[in-house]
């Protein structure tokens, strides 16, 4: 059974950090290769220049290459596998910090979840490896000034934001409608505990039936396939990387016994959750 899933936070980062703004000018050594899944308590945002390799989200891998920038959120589990060569900036942000940041944005940070990799063209790129490059001179001067290194990570997410709208439709779909943003956000927060369409409907004040017409209209699911991928996500999560048994995980996941879980997840999957376990 594998061992609990380790939870890197910025304090396990000695590099330059200055209130939970941290960021890595990456001149990778040795083989690069994270063999074991972790995840982290901050938002990270990997700006690649040159690499080759993959990184696996979520049990999802995603093949790396030169310019890109990949997005973790807190709680996603990942590993990645990079060549020696690999060459970029990685930027660290607290979570706490992040979301003092995103009052300001257009845009949930949930949206990540579906797109986490993003190509960039040349010149946009150009545009990405300046700020990264300057948030990490002031980082690393005598005595940073924290305005501009909070107003340059600022606009490097919503830079990203900007660039994620572009590029995918659903994106502007989601976003021209804050009813959907809430709710993703309500499901991302609640999904442990309340499995009810109808309870979502009664904290957004409108009902199972339209809630239900606007997920189908905007991400293309139902408002209750939409719960029920966000529990099945958790339970990948704690089945592939925790030391939990299968009862517990159950029970952390408010199933009423260990058989009600694996029909569910068995249904989901195709496969019952000891198997999903050992086949990692």
Known sequence: MPADIPILNLD????????????????????NRITRPHKHDFYLFFLINQSSGSHTIDFIEHEVSNRQIHVLLPGQVHQ?????????????????????????????????????VLSLPEQRFRIFHHEFQQLDEELRA??????????????????????????????????????????TTLVNEQFREQRSVAYYARQLNITPNYLNILC?????????????????????????????????????????D??????FFKSHTGVAPKAFREQL
Request: proline fraction near 3%; aromatic fraction near 14%.
């Open 80 to 116: 990645w596998h990079l060549n020696k060569a690999t060459t970029g900036f990685q930027l660290m942000i607290s979570e706490v910090i992040f979301q003092s940041m995103i009052n300001y944005l257009n845009f949930s940070p949930l949206f990540y979840f579906r797109h986490p």
């Open 216 to 256: 189908k209209r905007f991400l293309y699911a139902s408002a209750n396939e939409l719960i029920q991928k966000r529990l099945i996500l958790e339970a990948k999560r704690l089945l592939g990387i925790s030391g939990k048994s299968i009862k517990e995980i159950a029970y952390e996941l408010s199933f009423y």
């Open 142 to 183: 005598g005595r940073p000034n924290l305005d501009i290194i909070y107003t340059r990570s600022k606009l490097i997410v919503q830079l990203l934001g900007k660039d994620q709208e572009a590029q995918f439709e659903i994106i502007q779909k989601m976003k021209s409608n804050p009813l959907i943003i809430r709710y």
């Open 12 to 31: 396990a980062f000695t590099f330059r950090d200055v209130n939970g703004i941290t960021i890595l000018n990456h001149v990778l050594k040795g083989n």
């Open 258 to 263: 260990t058989a009600n879980f694996s029909n």
